[in-house]
């Protein structure tokens, strides 16, 4: 399936796209160090990113005549930070939102298929009405803003397409899907929320919703304080509960095997088989040196190793919360290394960084989980897939009666 990735950064979406069958035609990023640590892969034949067409530069500049329509997927994580909690808030007025540059490009290459991600911020009260004509510029690309438009006026006019009646409205339309999740809640050792908008193209009738949870903290907490299972995994002896999970427990005990989903994974999960990056050992892995100069003070703490970590964030020490660091076993706390970082963004360990360690720790921060990546992909590809099968089967019929 013919795919392309826009916004691409070092490529986690990407990767996971390609892991669930797409083939990218056109991988665009403007960053320069993103693109260095995609083309040093690249240059060390790794095989989830050799075929890749690598582009550097604005999605915007990109000669999208170049690629054919009715591919099978678009896919890209617009910059963030005109709607993130971090940022400055500005949404359409920063210059930053390049959504509208990704219904541009959606109009252009009719996908069949389109997956775009963002930060949780984008569905804050603030940007209620933004977010809404978001979903419906993406529901309605043919129906594009006019010369010198404003925003809240082509807004009206998209929701008076949305409610004339007319199913299809004016040329290809989508049927968008928007859905705030948790990549905890998908085997990521991360808990990380973010928004996905799915969408298909309608005139392919496909019936899709997000793909089902396979992961939960209460089976974590029954796996470390009914059964045991989680410290008998790690070889350790299984330590006091603490007292605010007292009840919670006491719930879970009536559960004596397995619960529905699996166990949240975890930070020492994610680090299992990594040595300690101050210790010979840890040459043996890429990307894993040590990083001087974590410390901990109120409201700067990092991520325990029995639970996912915190959402990993786009900077190096001065990152507020303390994500991007650990707390020992000893209580006390370091920086994450980049290999432990992209371990726990679910990087293969095969796949290298290029740049500083704040550089690219900005380029993890912003990545998409590879795990998360493929899980969605994955059930978009299958229902491509149904959707091309019942479209042959639609023809072989017509066929068939034309001969009779």
């Not at 890209?76 to 509208?100: L, N, T, V, Y």
């Not at 392919?204 to 995994?233: C, I, M, N």
């Not at 350790?236 to 879970?252: E, N, S, Y």
């Not at 040196?289 to 996912?308: E, M, N, V």
Request: glycine letters at 10%; a positive charge; one cysteine or more.
């Amino acid at each position: 399936m013919r795919s392309v990735e826009l916004f691409a950064g070092a490529g986690g979406l990407a990767m996971g796209c390609e892991i669930a069958g797409f083939e990218h035609l056109a991988v665009v990023e403007w960053d320069k160090w993103a693109c260095d640590t995609v083309r040093e892969n690249q240059r060390r034949d790794y095989p989830l990113v050799r075929g890749w067409t690598l582009h550097e530069g604005d999605v915007r500049s990109f000669d999208w005549s170049s690629i054919p329509q009715d591919i099978e997927l678009l896919a890209g994580g617009p910059p963030c930070q005109p709607f993130s909690i971090g940022g400055k808030h500005k949404a359409h007025e920063d210059g930053r939102d390049m959504f509208p540059a990704t219904v541009d490009i959606i109009r252009q290459l009719r996908p069949k298929a389109f997956i775009v991600e963002n930060v949780k911020g984008l569905t804050r009260a603030k940007f209620t009405n933004y977010f809404h004509y978001i979903q419906l510029q993406l529901e309605f690309p043919d129906v594009p803003p006019r010369k010198d438009e404003d925003w809240s006026d082509h807004l009206a006019r998209l929701q008076v397409e949305k409610t004339s009646g007319k199913r299809k409205g004016k040329g290809y339309t989508y049927n968008v899907i928007p859905t705030l999740v948790n990549a905890a809640n998908f085997g990521v050792p991360q808990k990380r929320e973010r928004v996905f908008l799915v969408g298909f193209r309608d005139d392919l009738g496909v019936e899709w919703s997000f793909p089902h949870e396979t992961h939960s903290y209460d089976a974590l907490l029954h796996d470390q304080w009914v059964t045991g299972a989680y410290w008998k995994r790690h070889g350790m002896r299984q330590p006091k509960m603490p007292t605010k999970l007292a009840a919670r427990v006491a719930k879970l005990q009536q559960f004596r095997t397995m619960l529905p989903t699996q166990a949240w994974r975890t930070v020492r999960d994610a680090l299992q088989g990594l040595p300690d990056p101050e210790g010979r050992e840890a040459k043996k892995f890429a990307n894993h040196i040590y990083q001087a100069g974590a410390r901990s003070y109120p409201g700067h703490t990092g991520s325990p190793l029995d639970l996912p970590a915190k959402t990993l964030k786009a900077g190096g020490h001065g990152v507020p919360g303390g994500e991007n660091m650990l707390v020992k076993d000893d209580g006390s706390v370091r920086y994450f290394t980049i290999r432990e970082s992209a371990r726990i963004q679910t990087f293969p360990d095969g796949f290298q960084f290029h740049g500083s360690w704040s550089e690219t720790m900005r380029q993890l921060g912003n990545a998409v989980p590879v795990l998360l990546g493929q899980r969605v992909a994955a059930s978009v590809a299958e229902q491509l897939a149904i959707a091309g099968l019942s479209q042959i089967a639609k023809n072989e019929a017509n066929t068939k009666r034309k001969r009779a």
